[in-house]
């Protein structure tokens, strides 16, 4: 039932008549609309952007600083968390998919310039990954910080994060970590992004680069 008050200078009323009409205020104007029942719409694309968005929402919250960091920074000045920035890059680029290979680590922030190569050895008698990125020559003042690594299981993204992402970085070139301990029979996408400071001494990030690993 509608709240109702009489004050001096007329009604306001807040709340549902019936199952009709709606009653409320937004920004102290009265209006009133049809009551609608809210849909939960379930077909099939639907429900594959809903799976794809909750292993995308899962798996950002895994990540580590280094990459939520990029994120942030994308997000500066802009109207969105850095959550739903990387949300924004991956649903439309996943909800179809079967494999995480088109995933987006990293967007590219500040300018930043992207490795030019990445190569993965693996040995599967260790169940390790060795990653190995090489970086373009910037510009004269800019310097690389270190290359950020990130190991993704290879997966459907509709279905629940398999393991948690692992972040190796290297601060020298050749700019080369090793993934260890991974599981028996996995493959794994490898994503790398270079983190540079410019003349000005601010931080650019590159946007990152994949590249999909045998079975360990």
């Not at 970590?177 to 991974?182: A, G, H, M």
């Amino acid at each position: 039932m509608a709240k109702v008050k009489m004050p001096l200078l007329g009604v306001k009323a807040r709340g549902q008549i019936g199952s009709s009409v709606v009653m409320s205020t937004w920004r102290g104007v009265q209006y009133a609309r049809t009551h609608v029942i809210p849909a939960n719409p379930r077909t099939e694309s639907q429900m594959a952007v809903r799976s794809v968005f909750t292993y995308l929402n899962e798996l950002y919250k895994l990540m580590g600083g280094e990459v939520t960091g990029v994120w942030k920074a994308y997000a500066q000045g802009r109207a969105l968390t850095d959550r739903n920035a990387f949300l924004k890059f991956n649903v439309g680029a996943l909800v179809n998919a079967t494999s995480v290979t088109d995933l987006t680590v990293s967007p590219g922030v500040g300018g930043g310039y992207a490795c030019s190569a990445l190569s993965l050895s693996t040995n599967s008698t260790q169940n390790t990954i060795t990653a190995t990125a090489t970086v373009p020559t910037p510009p004269e003042a800019w310097q690389v910080v270190k290359v950020v690594f990130v190991a993704v299981c290879e997966q459907d993204p509709h279905e629940a994060v398999a393991e948690n992402p692992r972040i190796l970085t290297d601060d020298t070139a050749p700019y080369t970590v090793t993934f260890e301990n991974l599981t028996e029979g996995q493959r794994y996408v490898i994503a790398a992004y270079p983190v540079w400071r410019k003349p000005d001494g601010k931080t650019a990030y590159g946007a990152s680069i994949n590249a999909l690993s045998q079975q360990v």
